[in-house]
């Protein structure tokens, strides 16, 4: 029979791994419109967190993130995840831009009011708010480029996504090369970071230096 903290604890990591689900959803969106990966007439506009949001309305897309989080909730739950990044590769799949969202989860604390849960959602607002703007300070990617979404676990964590697989053999999950996923000649720049009771976050964004080059 559970105690009553180990249900508390398990309401937490309930909680926490939907908000941050619910948040990278949101965060995807936003990053692949404003670096324009797809056009933009296939977005529409909303507001999470009292920001105004452009999220995808292309199925295959939206089927891949959400496939991509389900996915990983579990994991999320179990602060069996490093960090997740949204690397951006050009027509050759050469990696040109990675936006790394860090993750570290506080499972261990429990939720005491709704006002430190509006605090961890404003946290979450200016991640969005900083997204927005980043356009601004790299430069133009080349056409004809996609994504991918990489997600990076603890050592000791990778068997859990392979036993999740085994479930939803439907979304595989495999294993990338450094080459796939990480970027040479680049530069590094960080866009926010956040601590509170609940949740440890960093996000930045690491851009290769000649876009145009083909290796």
């Known amino acids: 029979m559970a105690t009553s903290s180990n249900q508390q604890k398990l309401d937490t990591s309930e909680i926490i791994s939907d908000i941050l689900c619910e948040f990278l ?9 404003i670096r324009d990966i797809y056009p ?14 452009q ?9 891949y993130i959400l496939s991509v989080l389900q996915s990983i909730k579990p994991l999320l739950k179990s602060d069996s995840i490093r960090s997740l990044a949204l690397v951006i590769v ?7 831009e990675r936006f790394v969202f860090e993750l570290q989860p506080l499972l261990t604390t429990s939720f005491k009011d709704d006002a430190l849960l509006t605090h961890l959602e404003s946290g979450l607002r200016a991640f969005l708010l900083k997204l927005n ?16 979404i990489v997600v990076y676990t603890k050592q000791s964590d990778a068997r859990k996504l392979e036993c999740h ?28 970071s956040y601590t509170s009771d609940y949740l ?4 930045y964004v690491e851009e290769r230096t000649n876009k145009d080059h083909q290796s």
């Open 55 to 63: 999220m995808s309305c292309h199925p295959q897309v939206n089927e």
């Open 133 to 148: 703007v980043c356009d601004a300070v790299l430069t133009a990617n080349p056409s004809d480029c996609s994504f991918t």
């Open 40 to 53: 933009a007439v296939i977005f529409d506009k909303r507001k999470k967190y009292n920001v105004p949001v």
């Open 25 to 33: 959803e949101v965060a995807i969106h936003t990053i692949l419109y």
């Open 90 to 96: 050009d027509k050759m799949k050469h990696p040109i």
């Open 165 to 192: 697989e085994s479930i939803n053999q439907e979304f595989p999950w495999i294993t990338v090369d450094d080459s796939e996923a990480q970027i040479e000649s680049g530069c590094i720049l960080p866009l926010k």
């Open 200 to 203: 440890k976050m960093q996000l």
